[in-house]
């Protein structure tokens, strides 16, 4: 890739950290707008010309979130390694970029939860890019900023989607630029040059609802109302009536209940090249039961999907590890080919998000006994009394279907993102 043509915007982001007195830039606004990939490519070129022998960080939600967004991309990059050697070493999360007896280390790091302050107290820092800096908790950001203190000439680069207006780095960072001597771009996808009317198009019709706000529009704005818009309004859009016959592969979600939930299990079969996602069968029971009758009644739920469908995975609520324990040995004596891994509970605005995006693109199916999981979809709201994006679970919605589902399709996230 090279950077012929950018957008005013985007020639912003290379100017700033020569000529300007600020000490930070932020970039925000909508997907697909050309931030990231200016702000790793300034990043680096400011700091082989302002530095030599400097350490730097890269922060991201996780070290493999980084290597997908910033480092496989700056690999890519030509006008980057025309000029420089650039070197990645991922058993210790090191980029290295030299050139011409220049040569400076860029450290990965990842802010995934509180905990994560720990893993960059120490170092001094010359420079930090924070990549989706709104996913990131505050005491990981602000260790990070803390770390570069003691450097002069030192600049924080940071770039977000739009998350909620009670967000804390909204409030701290964006409404508070001047006050922070930072540069504040918005961008809305318009500012990113490479992209075609017929591109701006499609992406406009790939999120409804907050989404829509968030990641087209650009807005930090609360979570409010029905979740599944579109599927409440058109459902029958979304019903089969009779099995697919390209199924290729099923996973099983199963969440269980307490406290008034229901033990839910959902079934969902994934098409050729995984372009289709279709919830095939359903198991819901909100009722008090004991251990040994909720086994029976997972493994005939189980044993009828794989009289169907290719069944061999189930991903169960990690939190009940005693249930989980029972199930693996009443699966081992029933000698059924089946197994039980722990749901992997991604946050819920990631699973509500690529459930939105599948359903946008009209790849996203229910067949119509599938009753509870239907409802669920069509009545499921936003919390408005959460600062956070949150499902509302007061006891009135099914949300355990839901969650069922999701478990179901959290491993095959990416690769049904890419197909």
């Known amino acids: 890739m090279t950077f012929s043509v950018l957008s005013p915007k985007q020639k912003i ?27 790793i490519t300034s990043f680096i070129l400011w700091a082989m010309k302002c530095f030599n022998g400097g350490i730097f960080g890269i922060c991201g939600k996780t070290v493999r979130s980084v290597e997908r967004n910033i480092i496989s991309p700056l690999m890519d990059i030509a006008d980057i390694n025309a000029y420089f050697k650039v070197n990645y070493l991922r058993s210790r999360n090191l980029l290295t970029v030299e050139n011409c007896g220049v040569k400076n280390s860029f450290y990965i790091f990842g802010g995934r939860d509180e905990s994560s302050y720990m893993l960059i107290q120490g170092i001094t820092l010359s420079g930090v890019l924070f990549d989706e800096v709104a996913l990131m908790p505050r005491s990981f950001v602000e260790q990070a900023i803390t770390r570069t203190l ?19 780095f909204y409030n701290e960072w964006i409404k508070k630029a001047d006050e922070k001597n930072a540069l504040h771009l918005h961008f809305l996808m318009s500012d990113n040059p490479i992209l075609t009317k017929k591109q701006l198009e499609n992406a406009e019709r790939q999120f409804t609802g907050v989404f829509h706000d968030r990641y087209i529009k650009g807005l930090w704005i609360s979570a409010e109302g029905v979740i599944y818009k579109d599927f409440a309004d058109n459902t029958e859009r979304y019903i089969l009536d009779k099995f697919p016959d390209d199924i290729i592969q099923c996973n099983i979600g199963f969440d269980f209940g307490g406290n008034g939930s229901a033990h839910a299990g959902i079934c ?13 069968e359903e198991f819901y029971l909100k009722e008090i039961v004991s251990p040994a009758r909720l086994e029976s009644e997972i493994i005939n739920f189980v044993r009828k999907c794989q009289s169907r469908f290719p069944v061999f995975d189930g991903y169960f609520d990690s939190a009940e590890t005693t249930l989980i324990k029972g199930l693996k040995t009443a699966f081992a004596k029933e000698r059924m080919s089946f197994n039980i891994h722990n749901a992997r509970k991604s946050p819920i605005t990631d699973r509500i998000s690529f459930t939105n995006l599948i359903m946008s693109q009209g790849r996203f199916f229910i067949m119509k006994n599938c009753r509870h999981v239907i409802e669920a979809f069509r009545s499921a709201v936003w919390d408005s009394k959460s600062p956070c994006d949150k499902r509302l679970d007061d006891g009135n919605y099914n949300i355990d279907s839901l969650d069922a589902f999701e478990y179901s399709i959290e491993p095959m996230i990416n690769d049904l993102i890419e197909s």
């Open 13 to 39: 982001i290379f100017k700033w950290c020569y000529n300007s007195d600020k000490t930070a830039i932020i970039c925000d606004g909508a997907v697909r707008s050309g931030k990231t990939v200016c702000m």
């Open 150 to 168: 003691s450097v002069e000439n030192a600049k924080l680069w940071f770039n977000c989607n739009p998350d909620n207006q009670f967000h804390w």
């Open 268 to 280: 969902t079969g994934f098409s050729k090249r995984l372009q289709k996602v279709i919830i095939l």
